[in-house]
C-alpha cells in the first residue's frame, strides 16, 4: 500500500485516531523532528498496539506516547551498554588477528622452507607478494568458505573464484600516498578494515590460527578454544548485526536476527557460562554475557547484569503486560528478573 507524505501534525493526528493518547502536541513534535517517526514510533510501537498486533491499528487503552519516548530512550540506552563493549571487542580481535596471524605462521613447517627473502616479506607483512597457493599452505587452509550476502557458506569451485575474493582483501590494503598507490602491510590494514572484513578474514585462515586468536587473545582455556572455534565465525557476525542496529540507529532490543546463528552460539555459551541451558534458543542478552566474558573484564559477573539492571529500573510507566513483552524479546520468557 503506497503510503503519502505527512507533516508532524498529519503524524501525530494518525496517532490520536488510532487511540494513542497524547498529553503534549509540543513535546512530541520536537521528539518526531530529532528521530523521526519511522524510527522513533514504527520502531517501538508494538508493545503499545492491541494484542501487541501491529496490523490492527489500534493502541491498548491508556497508552500514550509518553511511553513510546520511554521505550524508545531505554533501547536508546542499551545501545549504549552494548557499543563500549563492542568496541573493546573489536580491538581486542583485531590485535589477535594481527599478532597471532604473524605468530602461527612463523611455526609453520612451510614457513621454515622458505628462502630468507620469502620470510622476510612475511615477516614485514607483505603477504601479497607471495603466491596464493603459497597463503594456503601457510595460513588460509580455509580459504574455499566464502560468505554470500545471505550468510550462506558456499563453496569455491575454481582459482579464479578464489583470487577475486583475494583482491577484496588486496584492495582493502592499497591507501593513496600523494603520487604513487602503496601497499600497506597486512598488520596495518586490518585495524582499518570492516568488522565484517575482519570477520570474513578470520573465517578463511586455519583452523590452528583461529584456535590461537580465541585462546590467546581472549584468555580461554585451550580445551575450551577447540570447542568453540567451529562457532565463532556466528557469534562474531552477530555482534556484527548488532553493530550495524546500533551505528545506522535501527530498533536493538527486538532485532537480534539470531536463529540462524543461535545453534552455533547456544554452543558458546554452554562452554563458557551455563552447560545446562537445555533450550537452543539464544536471545540478545545472552549474547552481551558472552561479550562481556571474552572481553575479559575483571568485574565481569556484575558487568553481565548490565543489561537486566536497566531493564530493572527503566519502563517506569509501562504496565506489567507491556513489560513483560520486552522482556520477553531480550531475555525470553523463563528468564527471571
Not at 104 to 131: A, T, V, Y
Not at 155 to 175: A, G, H, M, P, R
Request: proline share 1%; charged share 30%; aromatic share 14%.
Amino acid at each position: 500500500m503506497k503510503k503519502n507524505f505527512k507533516n508532524f501534525s498529519s503524524q501525530i493526528k494518525l496517532l490520536e485516531d488510532r487511540g494513542l493518547l497524547i498529553k503534549s502536541h509540543s513535546v512530541l513534535t520536537t521528539f518526531l523532528k530529532t528521530y523521526n517517526y519511522e524510527h522513533c514510533i514504527n520502531g517501538y510501537n508494538d508493545p503499545f498496539f492491541h494484542a501487541f498486533d501491529r496490523k490492527t491499528n489500534k493502541y491498548q487503552i491508556k497508552s500514550s506516547s509518553e511511553q513510546i519516548i520511554e521505550f524508545f530512550m531505554f533501547d536508546e540506552d542499551l545501545k549504549k551498554i552494548f557499543m563500549h563493549d563492542l568496541l573493546l571487542f573489536e580491538q581486542k580481535f583485531s590485535t589477535g588477528i594481527i599478532y597471532y596471524l604473524h605468530e602461527k605462521i612463523q611455526e609453520n613447517s612451510h614457513f621454515k622452507k622458505m628462502s630468507e627473502d620469502e620470510k622476510k616479506k612475511i615477516i614485514n607483512g607483505d603477504l601479497f607478494e607471495i603466491s596464493l597457493e603459497e597463503l594456503k599452505l601457510l595460513c588460509f587452509e580455509n580459504f574455499n568458505l566464502l560468505i554470500d550476502k545471505k550468510n550462506k557458506k558456499v563453496e569455491c569451485n575454481s582459482l579464479l573464484n578464489e583470487l577475486q575474493v583475494w583482491e577484496i582483501f588486496k584492495k582493502s590494503c592499497i591507501t593513496l600516498n600523494k603520487e604513487n598507490k602503496t601497499k600497506v602491510s597486512i598488520w596495518k590494514s586490518c585495524l582499518s578494515w570492516t568488522f565484517g572484513l575482519k570477520n570474513d578474514f578470520f573465517l578463511i585462515l586455519s583452523n590452528d590460527i583461529k584456535k590461537k586468536i580465541i585462546s590467546s587473545c581472549f584468555n580461554i582455556k585451550k580445551e575450551v578454544s577447540e570447542e568453540i572455534y567451529p562457532c565463532f565465525f556466528e557469534f562474531i557476525y552477530a555482534l556484527q548485526l548488532i553493530r550495524n542496529k546500533i551505528f545506522h540507529n535501527d530498533v536493538l532490543y527486538n532485532k537480534f536476527s539470531g536463529e540462524k546463528q543461535s545453534k552455533y552460539i547456544h554452543k558458546i555459551y554452554v562452554s563458557l557460562i551455563d552447560s545446562k541451558k537445555i533450550n537452543n534458543k539464544i536471545y540478545l542478552n545472552d549474547i552481551y554475557e558472552i561479550l562481556i566474558i571474552l572481553i575479559n573484564k575483571k568485574n565481569w559477573k556484575s558487568e553481565t547484569k548490565n543489561i537486566k539492571n536497566l531493564f530493572s529500573k527503566s519502563l517506569k510507566t509501562l504496565n506489567p503486560e507491556q513489560k513483560q513483552y520486552i522482556k520477553n524479546k531480550i531475555f525470553g520468557s523463563k528468564t527471571k528478573i
